[in-house]
């Protein structure tokens, strides 16, 4: 008996080896395979650094508008480096007070990482040419408001929020805010530890839905999955959760939505 | 003699039981293979050859290949590669001219240049062969720099049941190694898994260049099996079937997974007295895939395979020569998300013959050559090697050689198109031509006593090095980088080493290593400076090892081991500016360091031993964690359990 067994052994041995390409196959998806969205989900391959992608959530379909980020100097020269000026934590909020452009800031991504930055230039470009009507634009890990507000709440998933907004009425929501240093549009000095970012306003509590770290290097992406609650200027509110930052392929920045609006 | 080693090689009992008591200390009498592709005990073979066993690596308390080779070796160093991947540097040549076997067999796939070491488990290894130095003549291409042949181990008894348990802060190991043996069939398993968490590493400010922070936790099975079937003295067959997976976190929701399937059947035959013949064919697949944690799926980027059909002829003549015929086919198919194409696929093919002279009993020469055809690129390649051996004395071997060792191009190098992070693209050439070692090397060893010393000293002049060259523009306006795999001018890599070794009646053995390298860091074909991609091998480095062992009662024994190992400071270049390389390199200094470890091992009875060491004694910790720095946060304290199962039942009888 133990010898026919072995001798099947031998016989699976020997047939295993017939495969010769590939015995895996079955084992992986197929990445070709579109992504397959829900009712109230919403797919943006926002992975581009020059792109700003602007949603409207009372359009059903087209609803994401693709803009290009203005990076082209509007005047040829660029300002002087500045090693030790560092315009980052300015206390005034306001687009009027700081030019629109691409500040350059040096970051020490091989070293204690991006909390160690240092502003290098300034090269002004022509304002964010904004859609007529949009709820909230996102760009790769960042994400504004049209005047929009933001909570982050503790639910995880889109059947638990309580059924309106009003349950969140008297809590505090953020604004957004004047950035310059999370923006990333320029990456070819990164290599050198160079990047330019976008000088514009970005909602710091939604944005953290995508976290972005280094170290260690290469970045550490990490998902957010609370729902946040959006009040915009219209008194109306949008309940959004970032599903997924990955597309079938793994490139980073491709998200899936859950949305609920009005809400 | 002659047939004592054809006896160990067909029974596949171990060498050491029949090693002669006075040469057992250096395991001078164990029988090793790699060198000639022909059995020979270690003090007769004409190519140099460094022998790990599995008393080696129980001594050392290695946790891997890795740990072992660095622990044992001079000269060896593993560091990082981007994202963290191990790259080998052994005696100034990369892990891609370094071709690791087990067995005598290749592995499929790559980590980034080098074969992925964790496939590489210690838990059913018998021993490690390593001839330094090119090769090609007998393993065609990547055995420019050397060979390294695991052997794993073969059960000789009825049954035995091994288990092994290995806590350490931040790392912990099972390993299972079940033998039963028939008449004509014996089998062994060895189920293993490996878990490292991960950790983040505090680095000073402004390091001269790149650090790590993070160091990703992984977890890897492995899962083999060797059947035996001996139906008569002469014949011997052997299947084999591996499972192997790791599982590296980079990604928190989308783990890296790398799989690994391996199987082979082999046969033995000896036709005659004089006669023998080994017939093999080997498949192994590797693949590297992502799985999405959100999603649950899992896309894979890579898949390598190999399909390896082997016949190797041996006739021992009367006067001890020996006549080696063999021939080799490979199908090597490539599957890369970053290939245009996606797939692309060559056949190899090659044969090669060796003629083993025992001129007279103090003068042995040994011939090889090679010829290997690859279809892709139709790239052929002639290899020459001669080797001989001069024993003036009994206790005393001399021996040189010269060796042409090659590496084609791979797949990935000729048609790669990867944008790495929009950092740049790195290109394919399908120009390519192959790299080309010649290896002049020397050395003695000599026994007395107690003592034994070995010496050596080589000599490599490599032409047209493969690696990526300096980054460019397409064209003057483009904005995106390109870094294009080319062959490098001529360099040269030179050096030596020394080992002590002593045992002592009473208990005491003691082995101390010392290697010079020298690798010249290569320039492009017009004298540029290139982006050294690896950090060249260090000057000096030595190892050391020390053991004390006692058995106080039937009941109760003891091992002490100290072992540590000193790296000389190194230096690399790197270009100040990347996108603009006329503003030259900058050199990089990569600081010394010193490493020692501490075992006790306790043994209980026959079946239970306790081990326990101390890592990293002089609490060493790098200020900045480099790609080449020890990633230890300074002392550790670690323990292995270990049982052999069958031996309790003999207790209890």
């Known amino acids: 008996m133990t010898k026919w067994l072995h001798i099947l052994y031998m016989l699976g041995a020997i047939l295993s080896l017939s495969a010769c390409k590939d015995v895996f196959n079955n084992l992986y998806d197929d990445e070709h395979q579109e992504v397959v969205l829900k009712e109230g989900q919403l797919y943006i391959d926002a992975s581009s650094w020059t792109d700003w992608h602007y949603i409207n959530f009372n359009t059903t379909t087209d609803n994401v508008v693709k803009v290009g980020i203005p990076v082209e100097p509007l005047i040829s020269e660029d300002t002087e480096s500045s090693e030790n000026s560092d315009n980052s934590e300015s206390s005034d909020n306001s687009e009027d007070t700081h030019p629109s452009g691409i500040y350059t800031y040096w970051y020490d991504v091989f070293g204690e990482g991006l909390d160690n930055h240092k502003f290098h230039s300034f090269t002004p470009t022509a304002p964010q040419p904004d859609p007529e009507n949009w709820h909230i634009a996102v760009h790769r890990n960042n994400v504004r408001t049209n005047g929009g507000e933001v909570l982050e709440t503790s639910y995880w998933m889109m059947e638990q929020l309580p059924e309106s907004s009003e349950a969140f009425k008297d809590s505090t929501f953020t604004a957004d805010v004047w950035n310059e240093l999370d923006v990333w549009v320029v990456k070819e000095q990164m290599l050198q530890g160079y990047i330019g970012n976008q000088g514009i306003k970005v909602n710091p509590v939604l944005s953290s839905w995508l976290k972005v770290e280094i170290p260690p290097m290469p970045p550490l992406f990490t998902r957010n999955s609370h729902i946040f609650i959006v009040h915009f200027p219209d008194d109306t509110y949008a309940a959004l959760q970032l599903e997924n930052y990955m597309n079938n392929k793994g490139i980073k920045c491709c998200l899936t939505i859950n949305y609920k609006y009005p809400y | ?653």
Not at chain 2, 310 to 315: C, E, F, I, N, Q
Not at chain 2, 403 to 409: E, I, L, N
Request: glycine fraction near 6%; proline fraction near 3%.
């Open chain 2, 1 to 653: 003699m002659k047939y004592y080693i054809l006896y160990i090689l067909l029974t596949g009992v171990t060498p050491m039981c029949h090693a002669q008591e006075n040469d057992s200390t250096f395991y001078l009498n164990d029988v090793v293979v790699t060198g000639t592709r022909t059995p020979k005990l270690l003090k007769d073979t004409p190519i140099q050859t460094r022998l790990i066993t599995a008393a080696d690596i129980e001594k050392v308390d290695a946790t891997n290949v890795v740990d072992l080779m660095q622990q044992e070796l001079p000269g060896v160093e593993f560091s990082y590669a981007m994202n963290q991947q191990l790259h080998l540097n052994f005696s100034g040549f990369g892990g891609q001219s370094i071709l690791f076997l087990v067995d005598g067999e290749r592995l499929a796939g790559e980590t980034l240049d080098d074969v992925d070491f964790t496939r590489l488990n210690m838990a059913n290894i018998e021993r490690i062969e390593i001839v330094k130095g090119a090769s090609s003549a007998l393993y065609g291409s990547n055995a420019g720099g050397g060979v390294i042949n695991l052997i794993t181990k073969e059960g000789t008894k009825p049954w035995t049941l091994n288990a092994n348990w290995h806590f350490a802060p931040r790392n912990t190991r099972q390993e299972y190694l079940w033998n039963t043996k028939g008449k004509k069939f014996r089998n062994m398993l060895n189920i293993s898994n490996n878990n490292n968490d991960s950790y983040h590493l505090k680095n000073a400010s402004n390091p001269a260049t790149q650090v790590v922070s993070t160091v990703y936790g992984d977890s890897c099975w492995s899962i083999k099996d060797q059947l035996t079937y001996t139906p008569t003295d002469r014949l011997k067959i052997i299947g084999r079937l591996g499972y192997f997976e790791h599982e590296v976190t980079r990604t928190i929701d989308a783990p890296d997974l790398y799989r690994d399937f391996s199987s082979g059947l082999r046969m033995l035959w000896n036709l005659s007295k004089q006669d023998n013949l080994d017939l093999a064919y080997t498949f192994d697949q590797y693949d590297k895939s992502v799985h999405y944690g959100i999603t649950d799926k899992s896309f894979r980027q890579y898949s390598n395979s190999q399909n390896t059909v082997r016949g190797v002829y041996s006739h021992n003549f009367r006067g001890g020569d020996i006549l080696t015929v063999g021939a080799d086919y490979l199908y090597d198919y490539l599957m890369n998300k970053n290939l245009e194409g996606e797939t692309c696929d060559q056949n190899v093919y090659d044969a090669f013959a060796q003629y083993d002279w025992l001129v007279n009993p103090k003068w042995e020469v040994v011939g090889a050559m090679r010829y290997d055809h690859f279809s892709e690129g139709k790239n052929s390649r002639f290899t020459p090697k001669l080797s001989a051996r001069y024993q003036p004395k009994e206790n005393l071997n001399l021996r040189f050689g010269y060796g042409m060792g090659f590496r084609a191009p791979s797949l990935k190098e000729r048609y790669y198109n990867f944008d790495m992070a929009g950092i740049w693209i790195v290109n394919g050439n399908p120009n390519l031509k192959a790299e080309v070692s010649h290896n002049f090397n020397v050395s003695a060893d000599y026994t007395k006593g107690n003592y034994n010393i070995t010496a050596s000293a080589y000599y490599n002049d490599v032409e047209n090095k493969l690696t990526t060259g300096i980054p460019h523009y397409a064209q003057a306006e483009s904005k995106q980088l390109y870094l294009d795999y080319i062959n490098l001018d001529n360099y040269s890599v030179y050096g030596g080493d020394v080992t002590i070794q002593a045992r002592w009646d009473n208990g005491f053995s003691a082995r101390l290593a010392y290697a010079y390298t020298n690798e010249r860091i290569p320039h492009d074909k017009d004298g540029n400076n290139i982006n050294n991609q690896y950090i060249p091998a260090r000057h000096h480095s030595l190892t050391a090892r020390a053991d004390w062992d006692k058995q106080f009662t039937r009941r109760y024994g003891l091992r002490l081991s100290i072992n540590g190992r000193f790296l000389s400071s190194v230096k690399n270049e790197a270009y100040v500016n990347y996108y603009d390389i006329t503003k030259g390199v900058n050199t990089v200094r990569y600081p010394a360091y010193t490493l020692w470890k501490l075992s006790v091992v306790q043994r209980f009875g026959t079946a239970f031993k306790l081990t326990l060491a101390a890592d990293n004694l002089l609490n060493y910790r790098p200020k900045y964690y480099y790609f080449n720095s020890p990633m230890t946060e300074g002392f550790t304290f670690m323990s292995t359990f270990s049982l052999d199962v069958e031996r309790l039942f003999k207790q209890r009888k």
